[in-house]
Nanobody
């Protein structure tokens, strides 16, 4: 159907940067709003940033001024540029997308999730 595959996670020292990517593939008709969520140790999954198909963006207050979300519609890919990373940013980061896709009977629409990518920030 539809798959989301994240990449770009890793380990970095506080103050460093990472860029996450998430590519969508499959029987996609259109990718609507895409976003990033994260789940730190012992925490619930929380929203980090979102971007509409037209490019309007929004980010959580906790990362505002440090994280930037962008997308390349031609590549079905969304990015998360993370700068000035802090130890509290340590989490598994998940990509999410609202997708219209082909089915045997026509089209469907649903939210899809990637498998997650680990980001670890050491002090």
């Amino acid at each position: 159907q539809v798959q989301l595959v994240e990449s770009g996670g890793g380990s970095v020292q506080a103050g460093g940067s990472l860029r996450l990517s998430c590519e969508a593939s499959g029987s996609i008709v259109s990718l609507n709003t895409m976003g990033w969520f994260r789940q730190g140790p012992g925490n619930q999954r929380e929203w980090v940033a979102g971007i509409t198909r037209g490019g309007s963006t929004n980010v959580a207050d906790s990362v505002k001024g440090r994280f930037t979300i962008s997308r390349d519609n031609a590549k079905n890919t969304v990015y998360l540029q993370m700068n000035s990373l802090k130890p509290e940013d340590t989490a598994v980061y998940y990509c999410n997308a609202d997708v219209k896709f082909l089915t045997a009977r026509g089209t469907g629409q649903n939210d899809f999730w990637g498998q997650g990518t680990q980001v670890t920030v050491s002090s």
